[in-house]
């Protein structure tokens, strides 16, 4: 199995040692690490899945605001450690050149959006229209809203699934209301009907998600077949899309979907 989203650090998060043993302790034999947001200094993720790439793969950040963008942005693709570069909504907006630029190198995209889907709807669609030989990852089901139980924000994400180079993580449930995740059946449902399991891939959002017991929590309600998961899509969320994403076909230039 693989965790498409999960973060280590040596300041902020954990390092890769403890992230390594929740992993195995859950079944996970590979990941995916993402950069936290605020650091733009990617070299210990570098040097992690330089040490085992077969493990471990690389999402770095970049500071578009930095005058110096386009050389740290170059360093990043050139390394073999690094598969997408993160963005947020906001450095979208601030710099529309970098996630081109970063797609123009051989980059995916993995972008986070806490303000939700709705407030960049536009400018996702004219990215994933622009790069449509690269993979857009749209993380933690597009940061849905909640309010009193019911999800208020986020079905936008829904009418992003013509776009087919438009991925989505299973991930960051925790963010939005506490396990096992009932205000988002029915958001959850939809997103996996109409992504359907090639589009999507399971992550744990290691540590935000919480210590290891909620990690396994969370995978074990894909593994159980929640939301009505058939063997095949459980296989295809929990190993084969991030396989072909990260660990694949994903830095060849070749859309593996």
Known sequence: MIDAYTHCGL????????VWQVMSAAGVE???????????DNDYIEQVVGAEPDRFVGVALV???AQNWPEELAAVASSSSFSALRLTDEAIRENPELPIAACELGLDLVLYLPTGVASIRSELVGLASAVIDRLVVITHLGCPQLTDGEVVAGWELLELADLPNIMVTLSGLSMYCSPPHWP???????????FTSKRLMWGSNFPVCGGSDSYRSDLELVLGGRWGLSAGQIAEITEQTADRVFFSLGRSGETPV
């Open 11 to 18: 300041s902020k998060y954990e390092p890769v040692e403890t």
């Open 30 to 40: 590979r990941g995916v690490l993402v950069q936290h947001l605020g650091n733009f």
């Open 63 to 65: 500071d578009g605001s």
């Open 184 to 194: 988002l059946e029915e958001f959850v449902t939809r997103t996996i009907e109409t």
